[in-house]
């Protein structure tokens, strides 16, 4: 901690247990403010070395810096390859094309419930699949169980039915369920069903508690030195993410030390109709992005729609935006780098001026108004 911040030199003594931090104040620190706890983003480091990063999901801040690598500036071919919103798990190279990016079904969880016996349903089953965290719950005849983790095991989901559901209580000793869980699947037995007036109704279960692939949160990638490679997946859908492209050309950010090299970034997305809107700031040296609009109307959007951005500074040597399949729009007014557009498949559309009714001053050029901005 940096007493200096405190107002006083006064000796500040930390001690804590099972994570919690006690802070004691010397007597001679007058008026202390109240401490705010702050969660710290992690940071992946990738040193020096051609390092091969495959992001699948991000649901909180993260930095990930690459090192230094002998790029264009220095006669070398060396450098990172950095890939968001692909299956981390597939291991193509990227000379092959490297890892598949999740489609829309992927980015959202799914819970299938299944009958194992049509007469009187005395075994089901729930399947989870594209869930990597959160929790669900189960209900049955109007009652529902208190939410569960996405991991959790037979025996927690067996303890959560039978606390909330009269129906899957034990009598005694005597159990009314039973669970098994067999990779994605748990396996639920009803041991009273004959008493329960079969067939029984299938078990439902709620989903909008559980997390799924995708990026949806804020990730900042920097290969720092060499010939660094960024491929980023959008996925369209409802996903709401900010990621920033800043490649600062050498690791320890002194602009005496940044080299130019052969910096790419890669922008695709999706197979159905996609709206991008392209804009930067004034100065030479601002800020840039390329936003995909998942709103559900992207020519009216509202605050809070979700929209799926990419900032990037003048450092990127050459960015390639694919479109891909279906009926895109691009509207593009300022870049901050070489840009080639892609439209692929299907009929587009290309707009290439200032799309806002207010002007882009210098004042505002710092606002990135792509949430509440209306199409013209």
Request: hydrophobic fraction near 40%; charged fraction near 20%; glycine fraction near 10%.
């Amino acid at each position: 901690m940096d007493r200096a911040r405190l107002g006083s030199a006064g000796p500040v003594s930390p001690g804590g247990f099972r994570g919690a931090y006690v802070v004691t104040f010397g007597a001679g620190i007058a008026d202390v403010q109240q401490l705010v706890a702050q969660v710290m983003p992690p940071v992946l480091a990738g040193a020096g070395g051609n390092d091969d990063v495959r992001v699948a999901s991000v649901f909180e801040e993260t930095y990930f810096k690459g090192g230094d690598e002998s790029g264009s500036s220095t006669a070398g071919t060396d450098g990172d390859y950095i890939w968001l919103n692909v299956d981390a798990l597939d291991t193509t190279s990227a000379a092959s094309g490297g890892p598949a990016a999740f489609t829309n079904t992927e980015v959202v969880a799914h819970a299938v419930v299944a009958t194992d016996n049509t007469v009187s349903n005395q075994r089901q089953t729930i399947t989870l699949t594209d869930v990597t965290g959160g929790t669900f719950t189960i209900s049955f005849g109007g009652q529902t169980t208190a939410p569960i983790r996405w991991d959790a095991s037979a025996a927690i989901v067996e303890k959560a039915l039978e606390a909330a559901i009269t129906a899957f209580q034990k009598v005694g000793d005597d159990p009314a369920i039973g669970v098994e869980k067999i990779g994605n699947v748990y396996w639920i037995t009803f041991l009273k069903a004959a008493a329960l007036a079969p067939p029984l109704a299938p078990l439902t279960v709620a989903t909008a508690g559980l997390r799924s692939n995708g990026i949806a949160a804020t990730i900042t990638v920097n290969g720092e030195q060499g010939n660094d490679t960024y491929v980023v997946n959008l996925i369209g859908h409802s996903t709401d993410s900010l990621i920033n492209v800043f490649d600062s050309g050498h690791s320890d950010f002194n602009p005496a030390h940044q080299k130019t090299d052969g910096d790419k970034l890669t922008v695709l997305g999706t197979n159905n109709p996609d709206v991008f809107l392209l804009r930067s700031a004034t100065a030479d040296d601002g800020l840039a992005f390329i936003a995909m609009v998942n709103a559900p109307d992207p020519h009216a959007i509202k605050a809070g729609d979700p929209v799926e951005r990419v900032n990037y500074d003048k450092r990127l040597e050459l960015i390639n935006i694919d479109a891909r399949d279906g009926n895109d729009e691009c509207y593009i007014d300022d870049t901050r780098a070489i840009i080639t557009i892609d439209g692929g498949k299907r009929d587009d559309f290309l707009q290439i001026d200032q799309p806002y009714k207010p002007r882009r001053t210098p004042e505002l050029a710092s606002v990135c108004a792509v949430k509440s901005a209306k199409w013209i």
